[in-house]
């Protein structure tokens, strides 16, 4: 972990635990005034019935009263002050991902360049990289695949990753329901400006310094892959164990290989049905210098 990662991680914490907060804030406020409102309007109900004329057309004027407002209540705890949490959210989201480009900058100007260098002057220590494997399933718990496909994707990766010198570790695997975010799943800006990124961004296992990766069933495009350059996730999708470099490709896009490879058979190349096994030396230093890459213990 990089010392930028070490401040920001904390930051991140405590941003995450105020949404929380308010958002629970949010949820307990509403759901007293609601079921207070409730209370008034059965009582209201029992005591209208027992009043004679014209006391009783006052009170049911009161009671529709209470319902009105019961109506309104509703309306904005549900719509409403949603819409503002969720809002919130979305923008602590986005502010820390500017934050991680910020240290993405830092890490460059202060350490990164060395490490790279001495990476292309021959000098490279064995780097590990952590993942979390995160996989999503639907309302009915099943998955777009298992736990031991998942991590024969991380050995295969680990064969490509050879000729780097560096080695995924898993951490940990878990499952996690999110039936609206397992299939076709927005890619690019589209999904930069959804709320899919603000839920993927916000369920890393580890905000800073490690790489969660969540296997879906599909993506909109098509694709096998994706990533976000600045985030710590990628997105996997099912289709993708036929081909055993997805997994490196993405993780590539997330250590700043941003463009596509022209080299037939480059591991950064778009998959074009051909195996995809070679990195070039300079391509492995980015990998192995990343922000999230560290020396192995052993």
């Known amino acids: 972990m990089t010392l930028c990662n070490l401040v920001l991680t904390p930051i991140v914490g405590i941003l995450r635990v105020l949404v929380a907060l308010l958002r629970q804030i949010v949820e307990t406020v509403c759901g007293w005034v609601t079921r207070t409102i409730r209370v008034v309007r059965e009582v209201a109900e029992r005591v209208c019935r027992r009043l004679p004329w014209p006391l009783s057309v006052l009170c049911g004027w009161v009671r529709r009263l209470i319902e009105v407002l019961e109506t309104v209540t509703e309306w904005i705890c549900e719509i409403v002050l949603k819409t503002i949490v969720e809002f919130v959210e979305l923008f602590v989201e986005y502010l820390i991902f500017v934050l ?14 060395l490490a ?21 399933t639907d309302d009915r718990g099943r998955t777009a695949i298992t736990a031991e496909q998942a991590e024969q994707m991380v050995r295969d990766s680990n ?9 995924l570790v898993v951490g940990s695997i878990r499952f996690v329901a999110k039936p609206d975010l397992i299939e076709n799943v927005p890619t690019g800006a589209g999904q930069l400006f959804s709320r899919a990124f603000a839920w993927f961004n916000r369920n890393v296992c ?14 909109d495009s098509g694709a096998r892959g994706h990533a976000i350059p600045g985030t710590n996730y990628v997105l996997v999708a099912v289709d993708a164990l ?43 230093c980015l990998i192995g210098s990343a922000r999230f890459a560290r020396l192995c213990h052993r």
């Open 100 to 113: 991680k480009w910020v240290c993405w900058l830092v890490d460059w100007v202060a350490f990164r360049w």
């Open 116 to 136: 790279f260098l001495l990476c292309r002057a021959g000098i490279e220590l064995r780097r590990c990289i952590p993942l979390c494997l995160t996989i999503l």
């Open 159 to 167: 064969e490509l990753l050879r000729q780097c010198n560096v080695t």
């Open 206 to 219: 580890d905000c800073c310094s490690g790489v969660t990766v969540y296997f879906i069933r599909s993506l």
């Open 242 to 284: 036929v081909d055993t470099a997805t997994l490196v490709h993405e993780i590539g896009h997330l250590a700043d290989l941003w463009r596509h490879d022209d080299e037939v058979g480059n591991v950064m190349s778009v998959f074009n049905g051909s195996p995809r096994t070679r990195l070039r030396p300079s391509q492995c």
